[in-house]
């Protein structure tokens, strides 16, 4: 019996960071799903469940970007005569999303924006908020983790079809546990300016102050650019019995980490709806976050403390209530495990990507046809 077309397998031709755990979770996802998958990269590293991952002008320079379009459209090519793939799909909008929507190839086109990509680059240059634009409107659908990028996008392209799909956490591994008997801080943000790790040893040394019997430990997870300044700031502050660096880790230790822990800090500058928040939220922690609106969206009274930008003494604070009141702190934590169970699990989240995947691939409607750049 001959197998139907609309039966076949989605072939998924991936523009994304190889190198990016996020990448390769969502096209493992696909992959589980039913889908086969090429990842063309600028970052070549082994992307589980893809049949290939092929770099191209590996880098980080921004120029580059435009360079490589040529060789983008030849290598699309080459790859749609033997892949024959059914769909595009470009993560970040302002690198890979550009790829994806400059390739060439007369398929449906899905762009996934990650945060920066709408919120902070477009605002730093008339040529970036064109390419986003652009970018943008040669999409037949896409994707970002929160509402004011969806928002956002709507401003570039106000009829474009959006859809708020989260990363997610995974409700299977990420769990609540059995905290320590001491006072143990969590952060899992990358050591890089916008997540303002130093106010964080700030309010943490504040804290201290305040309540100097309370055997407090902060754990700081991700590891970035900012490592030997943060480790000479918990000298000068005379932290270092009580400040440990892990670093990056894999999912084991950060599951365990935050299941020690008593409270998570993530107070960044700027940011979408974030990975490491809800994966806290999913291990029974309540969240001291930013006042920003990604954060709006998972935070409340109910689990958590939302604090302004920059805000030391307002950490210090929600560090303080949340040891003076550890009962309150759990129900949160409670509170929290629900939501994302309920709304953010990372298995309902790509159950809904695979469900837009099959859409776009067998409308019930014909797609509209926009135009795209095609291959010189």
Same mark, same amino acid.
């Given at each position: ?14 523009? &994304? ?85 400059? $390739? ?12 920066? +990509? ?35 996008? &709507? ?6 079809? $959006? ?68 480790? &000479? ?17 894999? +999912?084991?230790?950060? %599951? ?6 008593? %409270? ?18 999913? $291990? ?45 702190? &759990? ?33 019930? %409607? ?11």
């Amino acid at each position: 019996m001959s197998r139907r077309a609309d039966d076949a397998p989605a072939r998924i031709l991936f523009f &994304a960071d190889a190198d990016s755990v996020h990448t390769r979770r969502w096209v493992a996802a696909a992959v589980e799903r039913g889908a086969e998958a090429i990842v063309i990269t600028r970052q070549p590293a082994e992307v589980p469940g893809a049949r290939e991952v092929i770099a191209i002008a590996p880098g980080n320079d921004k120029l580059s970007w435009f360079k490589a379009l040529p060789q983008v459209r030849r290598v699309a090519r080459e790859v749609a005569k033997r892949f024959k793939p059914t769909l595009v799909h470009g993560h970040y909008v302002t690198s890979y999303g550009l790829w994806a929507a400059m $390739c060439g190839l007369k398929l449906p086109t899905v762009l996934t924006a990650w945060g920066s +990509d709408i919120l902070v680059t477009p605002r730093e240059s008339r040529v970036m908020r064109a390419v986003v634009g652009w970018s943008l409107r040669h999409a037949d659908l896409i994707t970002a983790d929160s509402m004011d990028m969806l928002d956002e996008i &709507a401003r570039y392209h106000p009829s474009a079809p $959006c859809h708020q799909i989260l990363w997610g956490a995974d409700t299977d591994k990420f769990v609540p546990g059995d905290p320590g008997e001491d006072f143990d801080v969590i952060s899992l943000r990358s050591w890089e300016p916008n997540y303002n790790i130093d106010l964080i040893l700030e309010a943490f040394s504040r804290f201290l102050m305040l309540r100097p019997h309370s055997h407090a430990r902060l754990h700081l997870l991700g590891g970035g650019a900012m490592q030997a300044t943060l480790e &000479a700031r918990v000298q000068e502050l005379r932290l270092l019995q009580q400040v440990r660096f892990h670093g990056r880790v894999g +999912d084991v230790e950060m %599951v365990n980490a935050i299941q020690r822990s008593r %409270v998570s800090v993530s107070v960044p500058t700027s940011d979408a709806t974030s990975v490491s928040v809800l994966e806290s939220m999913a $291990c029974g922690l309540p969240i001291i976050a930013t006042d920003l609106p990604a954060n709006r969206q998972w935070i409340d009274e109910r689990g958590g403390w939302i604090v302004p930008v920059r805000d030391v003494d307002a950490v210090t604070q929600a560090l303080v209530t949340a040891y003076d009141h550890p009962a309150q702190a &759990a129900q949160m934590g409670l509170h929290n495990r629900e939501r994302i169970e309920r709304d953010a699990s990372r298995r309902g989240q790509m159950d809904a990507m695979w469900r837009l995947y099959q859409k776009l691939l067998h409308p019930t %409607v014909p797609r509209m046809q926009r135009p795209r750049a095609s291959a010189r």
